[in-house]
């Protein structure tokens, strides 16, 4: 199977994070802890950062609402909330800290009330994009160890990947960020080249979301077509024979019915 340019465009989107500054070389060394038997780790440990600074930005705004503000106090929750950005190399959102923790040594409260809200717009930011890495992380290695089963022959067999399974890895239009489509229909396309399949060419290009003004242009960093491409007539030689061909058919079929069902009641995708 042709997973590299899928992997590509992954790997393209954690670039990205780092070029633009949101991320430090500290989110690589939580990805080395990561193994096996902790497959999860850099996902389980950003929630943990996420859940608790939350619960610190809190108790810094109702600190910073009081009439007289205790500065050493404030600066105390913010030491605290630079220490756990630092652990996940979040560097913009470290960044503000330092900032905040300056005007504290001033007791300017002008300033950290400004750099506070900076602050939140930068943690909410980092949040929502390190939350649609995760997910195309996710949908890539689901899709890819279920159908590995199948090529490799492995003894959980491709049976174990019937349909009912792959259709819980079908994104959501509206709760899934735009990245996960983008991607999901990127690696469809990679299967039907694979496979010399017209009819799963055919689907692809009757997507619905295809056609939303959401969907088009550079998503959170990922660069896909804004259309997907006719590839059928590349292909040479008899179409495969693959049972693969109709499990993937029948997903994108449930997929567009999903998605044409929401447009069609004027819901807006995304």
Same mark, same amino acid.
């Given at each position: 199977?042709?997973?590299?340019? =899928? ?9 990205? =994070? ?8 500290? +989110? ?42 205790? +500065? ?6 913010? *030491? ?18 330092? /900032? ?22 930068? %943690? ?12 195309? /992380? ?42 996960? *489509? %983008? =991607?999901?229909? +990127? ?14 060419? %055919? ?7 295809? *056609?939303?003004?959401? +969907? ?16 059928? %007539? ?6 495969? *024979? ?29």
């Amino acid at each position: 199977m042709e997973y590299s340019a =899928l992997q590509r465009q992954t790997a393209y989107l954690k670039k990205s =994070l780092f070029d633009q500054g949101y991320l430090d070389e500290q +989110f690589y060394q939580l990805e080395e802890l990561q193994d096996d038997v902790s497959p999860n780790f850099v996902e389980e440990v950003v929630t943990l950062f996420f859940k608790d600074s939350s619960r610190l930005l809190t108790n810094i705004e109702q600190a910073l609402e009081k009439s007289s503000p205790d +500065f050493q106090k404030l600066d105390a929750f913010m *030491h605290q909330f630079k220490g756990s950005a630092s652990s996940i190399g979040a560097l913009r959102v470290k960044n503000e800290c330092t /900032l905040f923790k300056e005007y504290c040594s001033n007791e300017n409260l002008d300033g950290c009330l400004r750099t506070f809200q900076k602050l939140k717009r930068e %943690h909410a930011t980092l949040k929502q994009k390190l939350e649609a890495y995760f997910q195309v /992380l996710i949908l890539t290695s689901s899709l890819h160890s279920c159908f590995l089963a199948h090529y490799l022959k492995s003894s959980k067999s491709y049976s174990s990947c019937d349909k009912s399974d792959l259709l819980k890895l079908l994104p959501d239009p509206l709760s899934e960020n735009m990245t996960v *489509h %983008h =991607l999901f229909l +990127f690696y469809l396309q990679q299967e039907a080249m694979m496979l010399k399949s017209s009819s799963l060419v %055919h689907k692809l290009q009757k997507a619905p979301l295809l *056609h939303q003004p959401a +969907f088009s242009g550079d998503a959170n960093g990922v660069k896909v077509p804004n259309d997907v491409e006719p590839v059928a %007539h590349h292909f040479s030689g008899p179409p495969k *024979h693959d049972p693969e061909e109709g499990l993937l058919n029948d997903l994108l079929q449930v997929y567009n019915e999903r998605t044409l069902g929401l447009i069609k009641q004027g819901t807006q995708i995304l």
